[in-house]
């Protein structure tokens, strides 16, 4: 009988641990990573901010239709970067200042001068996000997030070739 009490205890043991040390074993992300997934979402929330202001102020059916895209498109990836890191980081609930300036700038414009300086701002920016994420890509250890990156990077080159499209049919130069 105590045999089979130790044996039970025994056999007890190992399927809490099976349990309980992959929950332990998450990978913790490293500075860099952390910096990036700060800037990634409060770029996220710019570009959904940004898409409903553009729904709202926006004159041409192109600048429409490309913030309808920014805000489901970015809106998503916002989501699940929040799936990806989880627990492991505090994630951002404001915009980074940089961020904030674009948005304010922005609400600023008047309603002639909105749709160009739009456009301008999505390829801005849209080219940044793809070289960070192509660079982060190639750097980043954890693999959720490099899975995510990995996922996240063509549908960000798309939205740069929308934006070039966009600006070039509203007269922007792309600098």
């Not at 002639?112 to 192509?134: P, R």
Request: charged content about 35%; glycine content about 6%; overall charge positive.
């Amino acid at each position: 009988m105590k045999r089979k009490l130790v044996w039970m205890a025994v056999v007890s043991l190992f399927a809490v641990c099976s349990l309980v040390l992959p929950a332990l074993a998450v990978e913790k992300l490293t500075m860099g990573e952390k910096s990036f997934v700060k800037g990634a979402a409060s770029g996220g929330m710019m570009e959904v901010e940004l898409g409903q202001m553009a729904k709202e102020k926006g004159k041409s059916q192109e600048v429409k239709d490309f913030a309808q895209r920014m805000v489901t498109d970015h809106g998503k990836a916002n989501e699940e970067l929040k799936s990806v890191v989880g627990n492991r980081m505090k994630m951002p609930t404001k915009l980074e200042l940089k961020h904030k300036a674009t948005v304010d700038k922005l609400n600023k414009a008047s309603v002639d001068e909105f749709d160009k300086k739009y456009a301008e701002a999505m390829l801005k920016d849209h080219k940044k996000d793809v070289e960070k994420f192509t660079k982060e890509s190639k750097k980043a250890k954890d693999p959720e997030l490099k899975g995510w990156i990995d996922k996240t990077l063509p549908v960000l080159e798309q939205h740069l070739q929308h934006a070039r499209d966009m600006a070039h049919k509203l007269g922007v130069t792309e600098k």
